[in-house]
């Protein structure tokens, strides 16, 4: 295989401009222009106006869910979560999450306390955590990755039995269900996540679910004076509030989800066929849920047997303009102030360590089509068939 043929050595670039990761469902400029012209004509922008409480009671609806309060981010509302739930000393989470899991604990001055995850599923590693809990630990973070979950069932009944809290950063997992139970069911509570590169877009912005009365209303109180129902004690109050911007953006790509939804589910469909004679590359698959948002199309790369390192791999393909990512990297333990505070975990966490050298995430969603799957798995495999040629035209180069 020849190595002129790959844009790092001067050729071509397979795509004429970068190819992002994330989903980036947008509503036709229609849709949007007249949603937009209603926030204007009542000139009521933030404040729990009229399409945040629409997008509350659609949400509880389509989820199943006692409460569904929005907020302007994931990373509020898992501070807000904290806040309610009144937790206190140390909190345990996955070590191989979004820093904001742990970010949101420190805010809230938490403690985290870093686990291991299972090396196949990538969810955090049910049968090490009891070994975690001591009388200093308060609650889990259950963190549901790539469409998938992290055995939700299975962590309550451990929450029950030491007598801790248990919520769930659920940032990936919305419109995700286990038999018949939409996520945003399990636990105190859980977090969902509307950034743009989730299949709910509301450019920015989250909803805390709860069944629990008591907590819904703490957390509308801790969110604004505006929109708090009846008055409660909390601690502290935020800026938490939704902007009706946000809201119209959302009750558009709720509307949208089940066509999103197929759509992503086919393109992963695409790139297990495609990829299934690629030697090395593994794709790790929802199995914990019955039904996945397959928002994200995640592969576990196999050095020996694809040839090539995840980090030299994603080198190649930004060359080619296809911005893969590393997620997560590096490991929370790795992150500043918790590898300096935390200092004991590094070698503590193999399977964390492992995925973050060798984990990466292609493309899927509203930017890709049927024919980019195609174009972006053959190129992984004219890649893999070249990794020698590869391998030593870039041998003394600063490429990883």
């Known amino acids: 295989m020849n190595s002129e043929n790959f844009a790092i050595f001067g050729a071509i670039p397979e795509f004429d401009k970068p190819l992002p990761i994330g989903q980036h469902y947008f509503p036709s400029w229609e849709r949007y222009t007249t949603s937009f012209r209603g926030i204007f004509e009542r000139q009521y922008y933030t404040n729990q106006g009229p399409l945040t409480d629409e997008l509350e009671k659609k949400l509880e609806a389509f989820l199943g869910v006692e409460h569904a309060i929005c907020v302007t981010n994931a990373t ?135 069944n629990n009365d008591d907590l819904g209303a703490r957390l509308r109180n801790i969110r604004s004076s505006y ?50 004679p690629v030697p090395g590359l593994n794709i790790v698959k929802p199995t914990e849920v019955s039904f996945s948002n397959y928002q994200s199309l995640v592969c576990l790369i196999d050095e020996q047997e694809f040839g090539l390192s995840r980090d030299l791999l994603r080198e190649l393909l930004k060359a080619e303009n296809i911005n893969v990512q590393r997620y997560f990297y590096p490991g929370l333990h790795h992150h500043p102030p918790y590898v300096q505070n935390l200092s004991h975990y590094p070698d503590r966490l193999p399977n964390t360590n492992h995925l973050c050298a060798s984990t990466i995430q292609f493309p899927i969603g509203a930017l890709v089509s049927v024919q980019t799957v195609e174009r972006i798995c053959n190129l992984l495999l004219r890649i893999h068939q070249a990794s020698p040629v590869i391998r030593s035209r870039l041998q003394g180069t600063n490429c990883p």
Request: charged share 15%; with cysteine.
């Open 227 to 276: 929109g708090a129902g009846h008055p409660v004690d909390v601690v502290r109050t935020s800026n938490g509030r939704m902007s009706e911007a946000q809201a119209a953006m959302a009750l558009m790509s709720l509307e949208d989800f089940p066509s999103n939804q197929k759509t992503n589910e086919y393109l992963h469909q695409l790139y297990e066929k495609y990829l299934e």
């Open 76 to 210: 509020i509302g898992l501070m807000m979560a904290a806040e309610s739930m009144e937790l206190s000393g140390k909190v345990i989470l996955p070590a191989f999450t979004f820093v904001a899991s742990a970010q949101s604990l420190t805010w809230t001055g938490l403690d985290p306390v870093f686990c291991d995850v299972d090396p196949v599923t990538q969810q955090i590693a049910l049968d090490q955590i009891g070994a975690l809990i001591d009388e200093g630990v308060s609650a889990i973070m259950g963190v549901n990755l790539w469409g998938d979950s992290c055995n939700p069932k299975a962590l309550s009944d451990l929450a029950v039995s030491y007598g801790i809290q248990l919520y769930f950063d659920s940032a990936h997992a919305f419109g995700c269900k286990i038999s018949d139970t939409s996520l945003g069911n399990f636990g105190d509570m859980e977090i969902f996540s509307f950034h743009s590169t989730n299949i709910l877009n509301a450019m920015e912005g989250s909803c805390i679910c709860t």
